[in-house]
């Protein structure tokens, strides 16, 4: 360091180190660069109140260097914007990001620009000119530091990541859209291969494309009114994020806020897994996904490459076919699958070689069009597969012959025990099918799906068989005690379904009563994507499933399209009913509840642990709790998830008055467990406490979450009588209350191996074991951070008024000798 104004060197040392450790803003501007300075090596730039960080980034292990923006605040580094994604550095000290002759560039020490922002303007070359790191994340070539014209912004050129602010949208004086697009992987900030975009002259609608073509998932039209797209109708519920549309003659775009200004930093990502993906930084320092789509990761258009399968179960998304291998081991740890599999030996399409043989691959779902062959058999359609060198797999099936040409792409694994897939066979050459005689592990085991496969054939055709035969339109028993009922014979029932007890997703129930005078309700369901056969099969299943606390299913309909499930009928209607419509019902005193509570829990139990096959109930709410003429509880609607199949997600999603049930991984898209049941079920005990919904929007548009309220409040040991419903006036055991409270807490943890099993649950509420204190799970802390802009439950003037008004009620609830009594010998 030189004095040229005659300070000694050594006086000079102590600023500099300051400056440079602490990148203050008093010696430096440290969020511009401007004729006068440039960064290079380890230099960067801050915005003015820290919110963001440009400088030099190598992700993970990489070598390649890049110019990029990302989050200061945050302790794992995150990048929302690269510079030059698709030219990196390999010297970082020798490269140099400065403005020069009216653009910003990034020049090696030869000078020679790597990259350029390519403006060709009149204000080229002015030394005013600066660029500014704002605290919105957006690094702006102004022609001088306080000027309101920008030349240039990262905003019009985002990478992956969509910041609040920023447009997402097309220019059309330019011809020219933002573009979202994912990294080539994820130590790869280069162009990948998913993209998120407005058409050009758009249609109003956003697409998520494959390679710039193959589109393979649309957000919809867009509805000025209700502010939500088509596509996307759970943002009804969003109550996080707020969008914005604007389309004149100059430009059409989105651009998104936060609704409440949480002090959250959150970002919309077109993630390397081919999604779009919303995340938020929460205070357990890390990024918690909130919502994603396609929320199947087998939905993204080859995700897998050629010869791999995708499949929603495993933590690696992609694996190989049988026979093949991975094609970059080095890409695939780096969660870029597009290059897929390889042949492990190539195929023999000779005349006179070995012929290739085939591997049989069940239960898949292939998106790809094969193309159809005329072929009787399975040996004709597999023969005609063989003369074709190009041809890869072949599918015989329902008497029809399909074959694929060249690359198999798009295939997936479908889970066991959901919606049966297809088979096919796999090409491979001789050499890489293993002897029978000399069975490896793997031959074992598909040669036992094989055979299971062979068996469920036969048990289907025997099915069918006697389905046929018994696939009349008059009313009969058939398994024991399940009875095929006659469409004519239902609308005699129910009067022409002319007394409707309820409705959902699935469809309506209406009542009805038999010849004999039993009392039946009979659900009418739609968008059961079944046909007759797996229909039939199903509602057998069902059939076969009886306990005390769950709806006996005692016939159904199959006619034509109509499909109907016909149970018995409650005299005392929903759970939902008697928790929130107080003002037509009595209050459920507290033993009432928890008896309640209990047995719906045995119920599920059952479902989950003691049936054959493990049943996932998916709609927990208490619109789904009946209570019979002593107000025992029976799980109604088990079963639906598997009848209805894939639609099954997306009517829940799209459901109005679900979403407050719905575990976090509907949304983000994971594979559901039992799991996610005992989520439903613990948002359900919190109601079960207050006697209201626990997502209210109050009529200022505030949030009011009990269950946040009720786990600080948990957690702290604070008295729980505080959380009763007021119309209880605090008549309830302590330790009851004690219990359900904590169970509820357990039920509804972030991570799903953190929740309990139904089992436990019910030990716990029959008291044989003991519950610790739960911790505050991390979405519901995420609120309790913010608490400024949660109005919680307290008990204000109108809800005493309300209390007061239902005490009478209340009390003759209490004493009413039938449920009092019924309870009792039930416990
Ligand atoms: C750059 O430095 C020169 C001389 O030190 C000064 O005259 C000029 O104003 C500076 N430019 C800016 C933009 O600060
Ligand atoms: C830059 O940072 C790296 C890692 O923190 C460090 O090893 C290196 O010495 C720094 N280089 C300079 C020139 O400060
Ligand atoms: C980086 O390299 C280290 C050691 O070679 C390895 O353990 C680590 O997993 C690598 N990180 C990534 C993201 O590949
Ligand atoms: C700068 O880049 C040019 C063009 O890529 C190259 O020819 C030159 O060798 C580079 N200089 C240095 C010092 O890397
Ligand atoms: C700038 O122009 C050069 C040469 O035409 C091109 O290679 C480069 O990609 C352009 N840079 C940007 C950021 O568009
Ligand atoms: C800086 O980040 C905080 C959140 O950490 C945000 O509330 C604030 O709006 C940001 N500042 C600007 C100017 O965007
Ligand atoms: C720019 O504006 C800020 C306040 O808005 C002011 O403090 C600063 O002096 C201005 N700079 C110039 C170069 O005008
Ligand atoms: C706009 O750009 C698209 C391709 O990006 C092109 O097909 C179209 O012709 C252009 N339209 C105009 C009016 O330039
Ligand atoms: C993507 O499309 C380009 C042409 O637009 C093509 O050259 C390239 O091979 C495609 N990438 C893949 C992985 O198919
Ligand atoms: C949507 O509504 C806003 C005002 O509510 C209006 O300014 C805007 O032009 C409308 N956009 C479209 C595309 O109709
Ligand atoms: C569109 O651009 C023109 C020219 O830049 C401008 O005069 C006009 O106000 C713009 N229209 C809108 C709606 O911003
Ligand atoms: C294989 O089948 C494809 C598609 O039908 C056809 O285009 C191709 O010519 C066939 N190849 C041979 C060798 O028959």
């Not at 719906?600 to 019979?628: F, M, Q, S, V």
Request: proline fraction near 4%.
């Amino acid at each position: 360091m030189d004095s040229k104004n005659g300070s000694p060197w050594w006086f000079m040392l102590p600023i500099f180190l300051l400056c440079s450790s602490l990148y203050t803003h008093l010696c430096l501007g440290t969020d511009k660069l401007d004729a006068n300075r440039s960064i290079s090596g380890n230099q960067t730039l801050t915005s003015l109140s820290g919110n963001f960080t440009l400088g030099f980034f190598s992700p993970g292990n990489s070598t390649y260097s890049y110019i990029g923006i990302w989050y200061n605040k945050i302790s794992v580094q995150t990048v929302v914007w690269v510079a030059n994604r698709d030219n990196p550095i390999t010297d970082k000290q020798s490269t140099e990001l400065k403005v020069s002759g009216g653009n910003l560039v990034i020049v090696n020490n030869s000078e020679v620009p790597v990259w350029s922002t390519n403006l060709t303007t009149t204000s080229s070359g002015s030394s005013s000119m600066v660029a500014v790191l704002d605290d919105d994340g957006n690094f702006a070539l102004k022609v001088a530091p306080n000027s309101s014209v920008t030349l240039w912004q990262s905003f019009d050129y985002p990478t992956h990541t969509w910041l609040p602010g920023a447009k997402l949208g097309i220019d059309k004086r330019k011809n020219r859209s933002q573009i979202l697009t994912s990294w080539k992987n994820a130590e790869d900030p280069s162009t990948g291969l998913f993209s998120l975009h407005l058409q050009t002259f758009s249609d109003g609608k956003y697409y998520v494309w494959w390679n710039g073509s193959n589109p393979y998932w649309t957000s919809g039209t867009w509805d000025n009114q209700t502010k939500i797209f088509s596509g996307v109708p759970e943002m009804r519920e969003n109550t996080f994020y707020e969008l914005k549309y604007v389309d004149n003659e100059n430009e059409s775009y989105f651009t998104y806020s936060n609704k409440i200004s949480f002090n959250t930093i959150s970002r919309f990502v077109m993630d390397l897994s081919g999604q779009i993906k919303q995340e938020s930084w929460l205070p357990s320092q890390a990024w918690t996904l909130f919502w994603s789509k396609p929320s199947q990761q087998c939905d993204v258009y080859r995700l897998c490459g050629p010869f791999s399968v995708c499949s929603e179960q495993s933590e690696d998304s992609c694996s190989c076919l049988p026979g093949f291998s991975i094609s970059s081991p080095m890409d695939w740890n780096r969660r870029d699958w597009s290059g897929g599999c390889k042949r492990n030996s190539n195929l023999n399409c000779a005349a006179n070689a070995e012929k290739d043989r085939f591997w049989p691959m069940s239960n898949m779902k292939l998106r790809d069009a094969p193309q159809s062959l005329v072929a009787g058999s399975d040996q004709e359609c597999r023969t005609a597969c063989l003369s074709n060198c190009s041809c890869t797999a072949y599918a015989f099936e329902d008497n029809a012959c399909s074959i694929w040409i060249g690359d198999l792409f798009n295939v997936e694994q479908l889970k066991q025990g959901t919606t049966p897939g297809t088979s096919f066979y796999v090409r491979l050459a001789a050499s890489d099918i293993k002897d029978p005689s000399k069975k490896s592990n793997v031959t074992a085991i598909v040669a036992g799906s094989v055979s299971a496969m062979v068996g469920i054939f036969a048990i289907v055709s025997f099915a069918v068989w006697r389905w046929r035969r018994g696939a009349t339109v008059t009313t009969k028993e058939v398994e024991g005690s399940l009875i095929a009922f006659a469409y004519r014979d239902l609308q005699v029932a129910t009067k022409n379904f002319s007394e409707k007890l309820g409705g959902g997703g699935f469809g309506s129930v209406f009542k009805g009563t038999l010849p004999d005078s039993s009392h039946i309700a009979v659900k009418k369901l739609e968008s059961i994507s079944q046909g007759e056969k797996q229909f039939r099969m199903e509602v057998s299943t069902i059939g076969t499933i009886q306990h005390v606390n769950l709806v006996r299913l005692r016939g159904f309909c199959s006619e034509g399209d109509k499909r109907l499930l016909v149970y018995d009928f409650m005299p005392n209607g929903s759970l939902d009913y008697h928790l929130f419509h107080r003002n037509d019902s009595k209050t459920l005193d507290w033993k009432t509840r928890y008896q309640i509570a209990l047995g719906t829990a045995r119920g599920l139990a059952y479902l989950h642990e003691k049936c054959r096959d493990c049943i996932i109930h998916c709609d927990i709410k208490p619109e789904n709790i009946l209570l019979d003429a002593d107000f025992c509880p029976e799980v109604a609607d088990f079963g639906l998830a598997k009848l209805v199949g894939r639609d099954f997600s997306r009517v829940l999603t799209t459901m109005r008055g679900t979403r407050g049930y719905l575990a976090p991984e509907w949304i983000s898209g994971v594979a559901i467990t039992v799991k996610a049941d005992v989520y439903s079920y613990g948002m359900m005990l919190f109601e079960f406490v207050s006697g209201r919904r626990n997502l209210e929007l109050s009529e200022n548009g505030a949030i009011e979450f009990f269950p946040t309220w009720a786990a600080s409040k948990i957690a702290e040991g604070g008295d729980l009588l505080d959380l009763l419903d007021p119309d209880l006036e605090k008549n309830a055991d302590t330790e009851e209350l004690n219990r359900i409270c904590r169970v509820a807490c357990w039920c509804v943890q972030d991570e799903e191996t953190h929740r309990p099993s139904m089992g436990l649950v019910v030990q716990v509420l029959e008291g044989l074991l003991d519950v610790n204190l739960p911790r505050i799970p991390r979405a519901l802390q995420m609120l309790l951070d913010n608490q400024e802009h949660v109005v919680f439950f307290t008990e204000s003037s109108s809800s005493n008024q309300n209390s007061q008004t239902n005490s009478n009620t209340s009390t003759s609830s209490l004493q009413n000798p039938n449920s009092s009594s019924s309870m009792k010998s039930e416990s």
